[in-house]
């Protein structure tokens, strides 16, 4: 799917808010609590854009990133986190986010950052 966005976090009802919002955007999303469930998604289908929450147990948002990436070169990652420190911002770009957002989450940024990854891909 062309539109195709799966969110990533521990926090149910974050994930809950954000599928019910993007949604209404027109985006087919996906939802996992946990890092293994994203790579189980990934694998299943084509995922145009992943929203990975980077403080996950037991597997944080960055590595999954490394591993999303690794797996599928041509998702697109966008990180969000609570705690944004140089280390994280800098291991995020080194493999290959295209963008980090902090919460608590800029709703209209998110789906400004997402119209322009998905724009010429709807």
């Known amino acids: 799917m062309d539109s195709s966005v799966l969110v990533v976090d521990d926090e149910e009802n974050l994930l809950v808010l954000l599928a019910e919002i993007l949604s209404k955007e027109g985006y087919q999303v996906k939802t996992a609590n946990s890092a293994y469930d994203a790579l189980d998604f990934g694998d299943q289908s084509d ?7 980077i ?35 800098t291991g995020c770009l080194k493999y290959g986010a295209t963008d980090y957002l902090t919460k608590p989450l800029d709703i209209k ?7 322009g990854l998905l724009a010429d891909k709807r």
Do not use: C, H, N, W
């Open 109 to 115: 940024k998110l789906k400004t950052l997402l119209r």
């Open 55 to 89: 403080m996950m147990y037991p597997i944080d948002g960055v590595a999954l990133l490394a591993e999303i990436k690794k797996r599928s070169p041509s998702t697109q990652v966008i990180m969000m986190t609570g705690f944004l420190t140089t280390e994280t911002q």
């Open 47 to 53: 995922i145009r854009v992943a929203i990975l929450d």
